[in-house]
């Protein structure tokens, strides 16, 4: 995958740098030509597109391609159904309180207010696949960047950014979590970013990991020669091929911000009222659920098979990603 | 390698510290004043209130003298429960929760580490479906869920119907012990990490064998018990061992749900008052002391590592 | 009692007097279960009793406790010089009679010889010291306005008089003398509540000089006059009382000891109860009591004397018009809610007063009043709502903010307002719910616009309901000013005449309700399962539960 990619104006500007073990090759080579791009490229086979090969393996493996099925059919669960039911999340009907499966025309019954389970549970699979992709997606550019830079420049700045980051990581999450929620008004955005403060430490760690596995690498080298500047080598050259890695992590972190809402939902800093998510639902449904068993089971199966799924798929990418892959 | 002990105690400090600030400036952020009652205070009665705790003083005199009492040992008293000092209060509930923790760690590991070794030993056997069974369910099922279902089938249902019919109560379903009330609660604490420790043990093992020191054994003609023994369990472990921090993290945290909800008085309960009564001394406290707790597990387990891996010892100083 | 009276902390300490005895067969009882009590009263049956209070009680000292898991310490320990009967009538305690003037304002009670725990006498000075204290304006005791009829009271404890103003003298050991400025005619009664308690001075002190408050911080550290004492408290986990022989009434009382746990969780309490390790359960859902019929328990519904209300912000926007809130008001469907979603045994209210409450002449003050508009009035309050729309010159209804604390209960009603409000009358609402302190204290500073509330009766007169809403009351939250309201009020408070008193409030009440600054909701019932091992036992409005003279009986 390496790919040195040069063109013409890259070699107007010649930076000497410093500062990486290795690095001081970097003034000794000069760019003599060709000037045409096409002819480089031309003369090899035709490139195999990499994500082709990727998917490909994962519809391969059985268990991963059934979970991607069931992902999929919940996401257009999430977005048709609140649409198109007769029912409203937020229509109550106190004469049609707590009922069962299937029940007066309500697929999952209905919980204490009369609201139908099933439109919630779509909708609060909607606002959980949404709370969990922000705040991946959040932790991820963050932690990115910053594992980005800090495996870039290594010395001086590498070590006090890890510092902080241990500092930082140190911090029992769920308690600054709930304190931070406390200070701040609860709501979807709000657990976005209370996750994202404190869960971009794991991107962080990995993506400065491979970093600093990368950088010595000679299409890395070749880079620098050619005068790229710090922040165009990492983004062009380093942190495309950490992709598989962070897609990875991505994968595997989302069931723990979903967890994490669950959580948040259970100490009553979830989403408001009348909105529902699946960790809003789970908590409703185990204060009621001596009663009704529905108003937890229902929630809970469908919280479990989401972590599932998506810890599936996560162990699947890993393996077919790169089978070497370990956790630090 | 003294050199690397001094850094990472230093740095453990360091980390305390900036907890520990953090923690006081969020108190003070909090909204809710600890004494508002069910009817309103006159002005002078709330100073009085006020000056009788310290609260009256600017908020950076507090805090010095917050650092100074903590570095003393003294977390403050709480306010709501007039005249406890917090100090005593976690050191009468922190027996609960270490016990709480420990015993489920004690269920969880050798457990864990028995099925992930033998699952990664005879691939596609029963070990290793049970060990994927556990696994998908350790991460699918959030604690609080486990423990709400089964304290109802297992301690009430089922629970009845022992005493019913044997005369005793399978499960109690509250209080800490007795061995029988440790039951539920550990095993429910313990489970998640269970899933956490196959796993990793699994997939560590699994890599270890699969390294050319092990087929070179094999070449060499050691019989498999030795090499199980001397070459693959050995090397696996620094993984487990690098887990076992964030593990002893996890179950102090998940203590939380699991002492509310089997009624057992440890810290974690105790914070969760503190929270909900906005006393800040205690919220304080007990962040502080867990932080405590984390951080220099974490330091232990640096320490092990530094033991059992050499190129810690060798290579950290040369850390680009 | 005060405002915010929630009903799972009601419930939490019904549940806490049930646990009287894990008893005889079975059922290997954990440390959640009683511990094996001292000798039996009836027999060979243990008489231990074991309540779940639900939470730790902040405190034990009867100067500062306002909550009530701290009555639930207290009452039993203490006794004052009245106390209250199984029907609720003021009778005689450490008190054993007393002369009232003619003009009902000078109070004379003769103390009988009693014992405090330590076999120190109980004397006059023990109560002039502790309402002392209490009035204090240095100690800074959260009840002090209930004093404010005696002499003096008010003056002192907002530092403008010397306690030498007080009202309050002991002329010799066994008497104490008690001035009013208002003619009240529920001073008796009064005296039967926890902050009236006596406190020996000397045993203060001494615990005070050892640090600021570390009386009543332990068991060593409280000195008892009432029934029980504290025998062991473990923080956050359980308290223990046992019999106090130096009671002076020790020979009524049957129990020995009685085991106060802290279970918070609801259905762990009830799981308890069936268990038997509780010898009383509150069923805070319908569901529980459901399961509690079918196991065959003995269920009682009790009044709790507090009505349920909604609080509006009355200078808040579109709030300040009264048809606006009549709209809200008669939009909501009381019935309902409380059949099929609150599923309790509450009663809708569509006044303010608590039908428990009598007058000073004995008449069922809710009768007089009657119910001042129509439940479920979707017309009414639409037509309202259209009204309210033109006299504010809005085209589009408003929304509101809607502030509740951080439990189950508020949420369901909050979520139920909404909807009702929304389709009824097209006003949305924004909820945002707080933990208790924070929303306390945004109440208290008129930082909200719609909240939910509960007041409790302190005394048995409709005057402790309506005296809040008079525009001088420090407890008025809503900013509610009727010149006729304050009018009826003041003629209520200074008036010999009972007749006239009573006729007053009935007027107050009716105008109030005409401008409906608040939205009654329900008057609170409790619903409980009580162990057929126990007898004795009730729950009463004043009393809470009252395990005092109860005892087991298997």
Avoid at chain 2, 78 to 95: C, H
Avoid at chain 3, 131 to 148: M, N, Q, R
Avoid at chain 3, 201 to 224: M, R, V, W
Avoid at chain 3, 282 to 303: M, V
Wanted: a negative charge; aromatic letters at 10%; one cysteine or more.
């Amino acid at each position: 995958m390496a790919s040195a990619t040069m063109t013409a104006a890259q070699t107007a500007d010649v930076q000497a740098t410093s500062g990486v073990a290795g690095m001081d090759d970097a003034k000794l080579f000069e760019w003599v030509g060709p000037e045409d791009e096409s002819s480089i490229n031309g003369a090899h086979a035709p490139k195999r597109n990499f994500w082709h090969g990727v998917w490909t393996r994962l519809v391969h493996d059985r268990a991963a391609f059934v979970c991607l099925i069931a992902l999929v059919v919940m996401i257009l669960m999430a977005i048709f159904v609140p649409m198109v039911s007769p029912y409203s999340i937020s229509d109550q009907d106190f004469t049609q309180c707590n009922l069962g499966f299937m029940e007066n025309g309500h697929i999952f019954g209905t919980d204490k207010l009369g609201r139908d389970l099933f439109v919630r549970l779509c909708f609060g699979m909607r606002v959980s696949f949404i709370i969990a992709l922000a705040a991946v997606i959040v932790s991820l550019v963050f932690g990115a960047a910053y594992g980005g830079i800090s495996g870039y420049f290594g010395g001086m700045v590498d070590n006090v950014m890890m510092r902080v980051l241990e500092v930082i990581s140190c911090i029992p999450s769920m308690i600054m979590v709930i304190l931070l929620l406390m200070v701040l008004k609860p709501g979807v955005s709000t657990i976005i970013l209370a996750y994202a403060l404190v869960g971009w430490t794991g991107m962080a760690r990995l993506v400065r990991g491979e970093v600093l596995k990368l950088k010595t690498r000679e299409y890395v080298l070749a880079s620098r020669v050619l005068g790229a500047s710090p922040s165009r080598v990492i983004l062009r050259d380093l942190l495309p091929n950490t992709v598989s890695i962070i897609l990875v992590e991505l994968t595997m972190c989302i069931p723990g911000a979903i967890l994490m809402e669950g959580f948040l939902s259970y100490c009553g800093l979830g989403v408001q009222i009348p909105l529902s998510s699946l960790g809003s639902l789970v908590t409703d449904g185990i204060k009621d659920f001596q009663g009704n068993p529905i108003v937890l089971i229902a929630p809970s199966i469908f919280l479990c098979l989401v972590m599932f799924i998506f810890n599936t798929l996560g162990d699947s990418l890993r393996d077919i990603l790169d089978p070497t892959l370990g956790r630090q | 390698m003294l050199k690397y002990i001094a850094k990472r105690f230093g740095y453990s400090i360091l980390t305390l510290w900036v907890l520990i600030t953090v923690t006081f400036f969020l108190m003070h952020l909090l909204p809710g004043d600890p004494f508002v009652g069910d009817k309103p205070l006159s002005d002078s009665v709330k100073a009085a209130i006020y000056a009788r705790y310290g609260l009256d003083q600017p908020v950076y005199i507090q805090y010095l003298r917050y650092m100074q009492n903590v570095l003393h040992g003294d977390l403050g008293s709480s306010l709501i429960y007039s005249g406890q000092s917090v100090t005593n209060m976690i050191s009468a509930a922190f027996p609960y929760s270490a016990d709480l923790a420990l015993r489920s760690l004690t269920f969880a590991i050798p457990t864990g580490m028995l099925i992930g070794i033998m699952a990664a030993l005879h691939r596609g056997g029963p070990w290793d479906t049970t060990a994927l069974v556990i696994t998908a369910l350790g991460v699918s099922i959030p604690s609080f869920v486990l423990a709400s279902i089964l304290q109802y089938y297992l301690g009430v249902v089922f629970s009845s119907w022992t005493l019913a019919n044997w005369g005793f109560r399978a499960f109690p379903i509250s209080g800490w012990g007795t061995p029988q009330q440790a039951i539920l609660p550990c095993f429910i604490l313990g489970f998640s990490n269970l899933a956490e420790i196959i796993r990793m043990t699994r997939s560590s093992l699994l890599e270890v064998s699969g390294q050319d020191y092990i087929r070179t054994a094999k070449a060499k003609g050691l019989s498999e018990r030795k090499i199980v023994w001397r070459h693959i369990l050995r090397n696996s472990l620094c993984p487990i061992i690098t887990i076992l921090g964030p593990l002893i993290a996890s179950c102090l945290t998940g203590s939380f749900i699991i002492e509310s909800i089997f009624n057992i008085p440890g810290v974690g309960k105790f914070m969760i008052m503190g929270v909900e009564t906005s006393d800040y001394m205690v919220t304080a406290g007990s962040t502080i002391f867990y932080g405590v707790l984390i951080v220099g597990a974490n330091f232990i387990v640096d320490m092990l590592y530094m033991v059992i891996d050499p190129n810690i010892r060798l290579y950290d100083d040369k850390e680009a | 009692m005060s405002r915010n009276v929630t009903r799972k902390s009601f419930l939490g300490s019904m549940a806490a007097l049930g646990a009287l005895g894990l008893a005889a067969c079975g059922g290997t009882s954990t440390s959640g279960g009683s511990d094996s009590g001292g000798s039996g009263g009836a027999g060979a049956v243990e008489q231990v009793f074991n309540f779940n209070l639900g939470s730790e009680p902040p405190t034990a000292n009867s100067l500062q406790a306002t909550d009530l898991f701290s009555y639930y310490l207290i009452r039993p320990t203490f006794c004052g010089l009245t106390r209250l009967d199984e029907d609720n009538n003021v009778e005689p305690d450490i008190a054993e009679g007393w002369d009232v003037s003619d003009d009902l304002l000078t109070y004379t009670f003769y103390l009988r010889d009693a014992k405090w725990s330590n076999g120190d006498p109980v004397t006059s000075n023990d109560y002039l010291f502790a309402w002392s204290k209490l009035l204090d304006p240095e100690y800074g005791a959260p009840y002090s306005y209930i004093f404010y009829d005696i002499e003096g009271a008010a003056e002192y404890n907002m530092g403008e008089a010397d306690v030498s103003a007080l009202g309050i003298s002991a002329p010799d050991d066994k008497t104490l003398e008690v001035k009013l400025v208002n003619p009240i005619p529920y001073f008796t009664f009064l005296c039967t509540q926890p902050m009236f308690f006596p406190i020996q001075q000397k045993f203060f002190e001494d615990c005070e000089a050892q640090g600021e408050n570390t009386y009543a911080s332990d068991p060593d550290k409280i000195l008892s006059n009432g029934p029980f004492m504290i025998d062991t408290w473990e923080h956050n986990s359980k308290i223990v009382l046992k019999k106090n022989p130096n009671y002076w009434d020790v020979d009524n009382i049957k129990l020995e000891t009685v085991n106060l746990l802290e279970v918070a969780d609801n259905n762990t309490n009830y799981n308890m109860f069936t268990a038997g390790e509780l010898d009383i359960a509150s069923l805070t859902s319908g569901d529980l009591e459901d399961r509690a019929k079918e196991a065959g328990y003995d269920i009682r519904h009790t009044s709790t004397g507090a009505t349920y209300y909604i609080l509006l912000k009355l200078d808040s926007g579109p709030l300040a018009n009264a048809n606006f809130r009549k709209a809200l008001a008669y939009a909501i469907d009381r019935q309902s809610l409380i059949t099929n979603v609150l599923r309790s045994s509450s009663q809708p209210a569509l006044s303010f007063t608590s039908p428990d409450i009598l007058t000073s002449d004995g008449q069922e003050f809710h009768d007089l009043v009657g119910d001042c508009f129509k439940d479920a009035d979707v017309e009414g309050a639409k037509a309202a709502m259209e009204t309210a729309l033109k006299e504010l010159g809005l085209s589009e209804p408003p929304t509101l903010d809607i502030l509740i604390a951080d439990d189950d209960e508020d949420r369901t009603k909050a979520a139920a307002f909404q909807e009702t409000w929304k389709q009824t009358l097209g006003v949305e609402c924004n909820i945002s719910a707080l933990p208790r302190k924070a929303r306390l204290e945004k109440m208290h500073n008129g930082d909200y616009q719609v909240a939910f509330s509960a007041w409790g009766p302190d005394y048995d007169d409709p005057m402790t309901y309506l005296e809040m809403f008079m525009s001088n009351s420090s407890m008025n939250e809503t900013g509610y000013e009727n010149a006729e309201f304050d009018e009826l009020m003041e003629d209520a408070k200074t008036t010999t005449d009972q007749a006239k008193r009573t006729d007053d409030m009935v007027q107050a009440e009716k105008t109030l309700m005409s401008d409906m600054p608040i939205i009654p909701l329900y008057f609170a019932y409790n619903d409980m399962a009580v162990s057929n091992k126990v007898e004795g036992f009730y729950s009463k409005i004043f009393q809470g539960e009252n395990y005092i003279h109860a005892e087991k009986i298997a």
